[in-house]
Each structure stands twice: as structure tokens, then as C-alpha cells.
């Protein structure tokens, strides 16, 4: 079993920034993809950013905003959200997939609001 434990959630002011964090652990020993997904009231689980052993890949609505960075001696991954909008908030979920299947965090809320 792999467990995922997110932190970082929070309510913030229109432009500014959070950093979430998800740190992996159980019976994975290098998770070869991590990543974020996030979900809005009334709307699907949509994609975040994804980071690989050889590339990070970003939702066209997050590039230039959001960076995501892994520590893989931690099996941890950092999701930096700056200039954040309203349209941002959601519940952020941490994913990764191994040996055949997904895993998910039990999801952090961001809140952007004035």
C-alpha cells in the first residue's frame, strides 16, 4: 500500500501564494510519477501538473503561475502556486501511480478569495 499525505491548504488573497507539499510513503521506493490534480464544487477532477523521471508537464491554465519540484529522498513533491485566482480554488488532490494502479491524497482545500 502507498500513502499520500498532503499539506499546504489554505485561504489566500487574489495574487497571492501558497505551497502545497505531499510526501509518499509505504511500499513504494521512488515513485516514478507524482503530481497534482484538483476538483471544484459542480466539476471534474482535472489535471494539475504532473512530474516524471524526465519531464513535468502543466495544465495550459497554470503555466507561468504554478512550479512543481519533487525531493525524491523524501518521495515528496512541491506544488508553488503564485499569482493565484478565484477560479483556483478547489480541493487539491495528490496522486501517484504504482505497480498498476492510482493512488490519492485525501485532498487539502485552497481556498482564493478577497
Known amino acids: 500500500q502507498v500513502q499520500l499525505a498532503e499539506s499546504g491548504g489554505g485561504l489566500v488573497q487574489p495574487g497571492g501564494s501558497l505551497r502545497l507539499s505531499c510526501a509518499a510513503s509505504g511500499s513504494i521506493f521512488s515513485p516514478d510519477r507524482m503530481g497534482w490534480f484538483r476538483q471544484a464544487p459542480g466539476k471534474q477532477r482535472e489535471l494539475v501538473a504532473v512530474?516524471?523521471?524526465?519531464?513535468?508537464n502543466y495544465a495550459d491554465f497554470v503555466k507561468g503561475r504554478f512550479t512543481l519540484s519533487r525531493d525524491s529522498a523524501k518521495k515528496t513533491v512541491y506544488l508553488q502556486m503564485n499569482n493565484l485566482k478565484p477560479e483556483d480554488t478547489a480541493v487539491y488532490f495528490c496522486?501517484?501511480?504504482?505497480?498498476?494502479?492510482?493512488?490519492w491524497g485525501q485532498g487539502t482545500q485552497v481556498t482564493v478569495s478577497s
Open positions: 496522486w501517484t501511480w504504482h505497480t498498476g494502479r492510482d493512488y
Open positions: 512530474i516524471t523521471s524526465s519531464s513535468t
